[in-house]
């Protein structure tokens, strides 16, 4: 049976994903910060729990990032993907944004893939396993003051392609970017509340709707399918059309 990783499994796509390689045969360590998010997950997985280990690790942490990869492969046996998904946002106008805030945020969503690529890439070469790198839209276009968030995507894009040429061919790694992907109800209970989506929320996307934490679940699915090996360094936009839709006011 093969094993994935996924951090930051406990809310939003990262729990989506969690229940779709449950589905799918695979056994699934939860490395998640949030004690809150991760007691309620193992809570609502319980049916599951032997297939599932949970971990509080702190990405940003090479020693948290060690502990949990030699605490997976003590569980497990083995690591077959890694799926770096944690990630955290800070909007703050640039004079605004301290540096403390813009190393949380690099800390997390960069230097974690970073730290969790390096503790695995061992266990997973010996498996001919794989990477998914989530990136984001972000990564060619912002909103403003999302600096430090869309400086991380940034940053995992040109991550994603190096690992592939350094860990290639016993490790294929591949990063997704997702769009509008509504997330809002599938977040802890303290903070999950449904978006109202609008007709025209779901119109302007080419594809006539915003997205889905199902959406970029498949997408994982595809790319660490074994018979999709001659996949590699590259980034797989999930948008529903977005950045190719021109705007003009």
């Given at each position: 049976?093969?094993?994935?990783?996924?951090?930051?499994?406990?809310?939003?796509?990262?729990?989506?994903?969690?229940?779709?390689?449950?589905?799918?045969?695979?056994?699934?360590?939860?490395?998640?910060?949030?004690?809150?998010?991760?007691?309620?997950?193992?809570?609502?997985?319980?049916?599951?729990?032997?297939?599932?280990?949970?971990?509080?690790?702190?990405?940003?942490?090479?020693?948290?990032?060690?502990?949990?990869?030699?605490?997976?492969?003590?569980?497990?046996?083995?690591?077959?993907?890694?799926?770096?998904?944690?990630?955290?946002?800070?909007?703050?106008?640039?004079?605004?944004?301290?540096?403390?805030?813009?190393?949380?945020?690099?800390?997390?969503?960069?230097?974690?893939a970073f730290l969790c690529s390096k503790h695995t890439a061992g266990y997973l070469a010996a498996q001919?396993?794989?990477?998914?790198?989530?990136?984001?839209?972000?990564?060619?276009?912002?909103?403003?003051?999302?600096?430090?968030?869309?400086?991380?995507?940034?940053?995992?894009?040109?991550?994603?392609?190096?690992?592939?040429?350094s860990l290639g061919p016993d490790v294929r790694v591949n990063a997704i970017s997702p769009g509008w992907?509504?997330?809002?109800?599938?977040?802890?209970?303290?903070?999950?509340?449904?978006?109202?989506?609008?007709?025209?929320?779901?119109?302007?996307?080419?594809?006539?709707?915003?997205?889905?934490?199902?959406?970029?679940?498949?997408?994982?699915?595809?790319?660490?399918?074994?018979?999709?090996?001659?996949?590699?360094?590259?980034?797989?936009?999930?948008?529903?059309?977005?950045?190719?839709?021109?705007?003009?006011?």
């Amino acid at each position: 049976m093969k094993t994935a990783i996924i951090t930051g499994g406990g809310q939003g796509i990262g729990r989506v994903t969690t229940q779709y390689l449950l589905t799918h045969g695979y056994r699934v360590a939860i490395w998640e910060s949030d004690t809150d998010a991760l007691a309620e997950l193992r809570e609502a997985f319980k049916a599951s729990s032997a297939q599932i280990l949970f971990v509080s690790c702190d990405v940003s942490s090479d020693a948290n990032v060690r502990k949990a990869a030699e605490q997976t492969v003590s569980h497990f046996g083995h690591i077959d993907t890694l799926i770096n998904n944690a990630a955290i946002m800070i909007e703050r106008p640039l004079d605004k944004l301290t540096l403390e805030e813009w190393n949380r945020v690099i800390g997390t969503n960069l230097t974690g893939a970073f730290l969790c690529s390096k503790h695995t890439a061992g266990y997973l070469a010996a498996q001919k396993g794989s990477i998914i790198n989530m990136c984001s839209t972000r990564s060619v276009q912002s909103e403003p003051d999302t600096f430090a968030y869309s400086a991380s995507k940034g940053g995992i894009l040109a991550l994603t392609h190096s690992l592939a040429v350094s860990l290639g061919p016993d490790v294929r790694v591949n990063a997704i970017s997702p769009g509008w992907i509504d997330v809002s109800a599938l977040k802890k209970k303290a903070k999950a509340k449904s978006e109202e989506l609008s007709p025209e929320d779901h119109s302007q996307h080419p594809a006539g709707r915003v997205g889905q934490a199902d959406d970029i679940a498949r997408m994982i699915l595809f790319l660490i399918a074994p018979e999709n090996s001659f996949i590699t360094g590259q980034n797989f936009v999930v948008d529903g059309g977005m950045t190719r839709k021109m705007i003009y006011v």
